[in-house]
């Protein structure tokens, strides 16, 4: 049975599935859901709580013997099963097979997974589960959403904000439901009495974006010109050095550039970035990079390092601020001599 996570809490105070599969990468809204179904079932006398975390080498009998042994201490139990990876492995499938054609009514069980593919929702072991159980697959709030989301829990903590104070709140967190939720607490016990206005939003809470300069660079290769500038502002507001930003800059121009050259060469990109030791969780945004520019621009932009190395050093009579900000809308695909652009550089 799939479930909205909406519809969770109606369908908890209707009665307890034997089996509840909790799927996606939000751990937020997991935990929030995970803890539910723990409250209901312990109000439903399920007072004994086992957990387990199938990582690489897990034994799966341990689960089977613990589903079938009985408690001294409680009459329920529930088996909490967290699986990192989202893929059990072929004892695992074998193991939820097994245990929904022997359903055991004094447990329940609770499985959280990241993000569920299409391939792994065909297997046996997830239909299997999807026939005895209920699966909750929690989605990601949207940039579009999170206004809206914000405002559900304001109205939840009994919070009165307007538009703009929300909007405020919504761009600080930038999509950190945790954050969002942090910063609320925080509003309960700050915020004056009566409607909040932004600028009483803007006093109260932090801005909990990591103005760091891994996040820069990652929003450049994203090709997140709005985000990129907005980092490099945090990082020069925060007393950063220059040097310290062109060295990531120009790192990371040398691995486009290689790559480039190598891709050239009729070497695949995966090869390249594999010896180029990009990270795996690094590699589509390098990969996205590569598909937006070409090699004469990354040596342009690599000579532009050079110039904002010697304005640094007070070689060369410029701004290194200035030409920081150029060179990361260059970088992130954007004109930096474009009208909207000059306006964002410059905006304080």
């Not at 104070?165 to 939720?181: D, K, P, Q, S, T």
Request: glycine content about 6%.
């Amino acid at each position: 049975m799939r479930l909205h996570p909406d519809k969770l809490s109606r369908q908890l105070k209707q009665g307890l599935e034997p089996i509840y599969v909790l799927t996606g990468d939000e751990p937020l809204l997991i935990q929030e859901a995970a803890d539910a179904i723990r409250g209901q079932a312990r109000d439903k006398g399920f007072t004994e709580r086992e957990l387990f975390n199938a990582e690489a080498r897990f034994d799966w009998q341990q689960v089977l013997t613990e589903a079938n042994s009985l408690s001294l201490f409680a009459d329920k139990k529930i088996l909490e099963l967290r699986i990192p990876s989202g893929k059990p492995g072929r004892e695992g499938g074998q193991f939820f097979q097994d245990y929904c054609n022997n359903i055991n009514a004094d447990n329940l069980l609770l499985v959280i997974l990241p993000k569920v593919d299409k391939a792994s929702q065909n297997t046996k072991w997830f239909k299997a589960l999807d026939s005895h159980g209920a699966i909750v697959q929690v989605w990601p709030v949207s940039a579009a959403q999170m206004p809206q989301w914000i405002k559900h829990r304001l109205d939840q903590a009994g919070i009165h904000a307007n538009h703009q104070a929300i909007e405020v709140l919504a761009e600080r967190v930038e999509g950190n439901l945790l954050a969002a939720i942090q910063e609320i607490e925080k509003l309960k016990l700050l915020a004056p009495e009566g409607e909040i206005d932004s600028e009483t939003m803007s006093s109260v809470v932090t801005d909990s974006a990591r103005f760091n300069v891994f996040t820069m660079v990652d929003r450049i290769l994203d090709g997140d010109s709005v985000g990129a500038i907005r980092t490099l502002r945090g990082l020069r507001d925060e007393g950063t050095e220059p040097t310290a930003i062109l060295w990531a800059l120009t790192r990371e121009l040398r691995i486009l550039i290689k790559a480039s050259e190598q891709a050239a060469n009729g070497e695949s990109i995966d090869s390249a970035l594999r010896k180029l030791r990009v990270w795996d969780k690094h590699q589509p945004l390098v990969r996205k990079a590569l598909r937006r520019t070409r090699p004469a621009q990354l040596t342009m932009l690599l000579r532009q390092a050079g110039g904002v190395d010697r304005a640094v050093k007070g070689m060369r009579d410029a701004l290194p601020w200035d030409e920081l900000t150029s060179m990361v809308l260059s970088m992130s695909g954007a004109n930096p001599i474009h009208p909207s652009n000059l306006r964002l550089a410059l905006r304080e």
